[in-house]
Each structure stands twice: as structure tokens, then as C-alpha cells.
């Protein structure tokens, strides 16, 4: 069964800080990897991954994919207090009907 | 395009009520999906639909559960009866197709309570 787990569960810092985030995963015939940010509403889409080694960039957000280890980080560096959200990973398989199969999530909480 | 609409936003019912959700989707996407969100389990797929057709309702709980899309611009999520452990945050979700550059759009959610 495709499985998605998310590490921390939750995670309070400090702004400044650095924070990372962990997404391992188990999937039949892997196709890609997602990161979502969920505020109070909807979850928002952050990065795509599909392959191994390289870093997506979004300002002070960054990912990478391990496809050997299966496992992806997503680093938040300098974090301010609008970073306080949950964040979720999803991977999908090929062949999977482009359903999305999501984590816990991380819930991160920045502190002024 | 407005992205993903659902309403209502926010329903209360009692136990046994029928429930309905409604989701529209963005137009020309091909991919709709329902999820349900709780603190104990996070966010879990229900059922999706692949140009109106179900493609998988394995993670539907219960007969109590159905969801149709009679047409590209409509879906319905009904429980019925409800309970109160259906009592959760329900999204939708569409996507234009499978590929490199094609993330799911959440709709603003559902939230909704079973007294």
C-alpha cells in the first residue's frame, strides 16, 4: 500500500531560524513528489519533485528528492512568523490515475 | 478562473441528517478528487474521478458515503445518514491531467460538523 510519512509531526521555532522537513515515502512505480502549504484554509502547492539531486528554489524555500532513498526535505532558512502553516507531502504513482496520496503533514509554528 | 469552488463553506447538521457537499471544479480539468481532513488521520482520499468517471472510491468509509459528477463542472459528496465521527474538514480538488508541471487546486473546504 502507498504510504506517506511526514517527520516532525510538529515543530515550534524560533524567526531566524532554519527549519527541515522530512517526507519518506513507499509507492508503486513513483512518478513525482509534492509539497503543499496549508494555512488556515486551503492547501496551497509549493514544489513538484521527479527527480533525484535536484533542489527546487522558492525564495527562502528549497526541496530535494532522493529517489534511492526515498525520502525528500524541504528547508524553510531565515523563517518569519507568515511561515506558521501545516505542511503536507504527496507522491504519486505512474499508472495511478493522478491520484495524490498525502502525509500527516507538519505543523510548524514560528515564534516572533 | 475562480479556482476550485465548494459550498457550502461551513454546515452543522445532526445526527442522521442527509449531508450534501458541492464542489466545482476549475473548467477543463480533468481530475477530481475528494478529501477529507481530521487531526487523527490528516488529509485522506475518498474517492476521484477521471472525466467524470470514478476511477477509485477505496478510500469512501462507508456506504453511507457517495459521490456522483453528473458533468465536467459539477460534483456532489453526500453522507447519509451522518454521524457525528464524519465531522471533519472535506475538500475538493481538481487537476488538469497527469504529467510533469500538473499539482492538484484545492478548493476553500468544507467544514463540517455532526452534532
Known amino acids: 500500500e502507498d504510504k506517506v510519512v511526514q517527520s516532525p509531526l510538529s515543530l515550534v521555532v524560533h524567526e531566524g531560524d532554519t527549519v527541515t522537513l522530512n517526507c519518506s515515502y513507499e509507492v508503486t512505480n513513483f512518478r513525482s ?7 488556515k484554509k486551503a492547501p ?44 503536507l507531502c504527496a507522491v504519486e504513482g505512474l499508472n495511478q490515475g493522478g491520484k495524490l496520496i ?11 | 478562473d475562480a479556482g476550485v469552488i465548494q459550498s457550502p463553506r461551513h ?3 445532526e445526527m442522521g441528517q442527509e449531508v450534501t457537499l458541492r464542489c466545482k471544479p476549475i473548467s477543463g480539468h480533468d481530475y477530481l478528487f ?6 487523527m488521520r490528516g488529509l485522506e482520499l475518498l474517492i ?8 477509485d472510491d477505496s478510500g469512501m468509509p462507508e456506504d453511507r458515503f457517495s459521490a456522483k459528477m453528473p458533468n465536467a463542472s459539477f460534483s456532489t459528496l453526500k453522507i447519509q445518514p451522518s454521524e457525528p465521527r464524519d465531522s471533519a474538514v472535506y475538500f475538493c480538488a481538481s487537476r488538469p491531467r497527469q ?6 487546486f484545492f478548493g476553500q473546504g468544507t467544514r463540517l460538523t455532526v452534532v
Open chain 2, 34 to 39: 475528494w478529501y477529507r481532513q481530521t487531526m
Open chain 2, 99 to 104: 504529467g510533469i508541471n500538473t499539482e492538484a
Open chain 1, 102 to 112: 498525502f502525509g500527516q503533514g507538519t505543523e510548524l509554528s514560528v515564534k516572533p
Open chain 1, 33 to 39: 513528489l509534492l509539497w503543499y502549504k496549508q494555512e
Open chain 2, 48 to 55: 476521484y474521478f477521471n472525466n467524470n468517471v470514478p476511477i
Open chain 1, 44 to 87: 496551497t502547492f509549493l514544489f513538484m519533485l521527479t527527480s533525484s539531486g535536484i533542489e527546487k528554489k522558492s525564495g527562502r524555500l528549497s526541496s530535494i528528492l532522493d529517489k534511492k532513498e526515498l525520502f525528500s526535505i524541504l528547508n524553510i532558512t531565515a523563517t518569519q512568523t507568515g511561515d506558521s502553516a501545516i505542511y
Open chain 2, 11 to 13: 454546515e452543522v447538521t
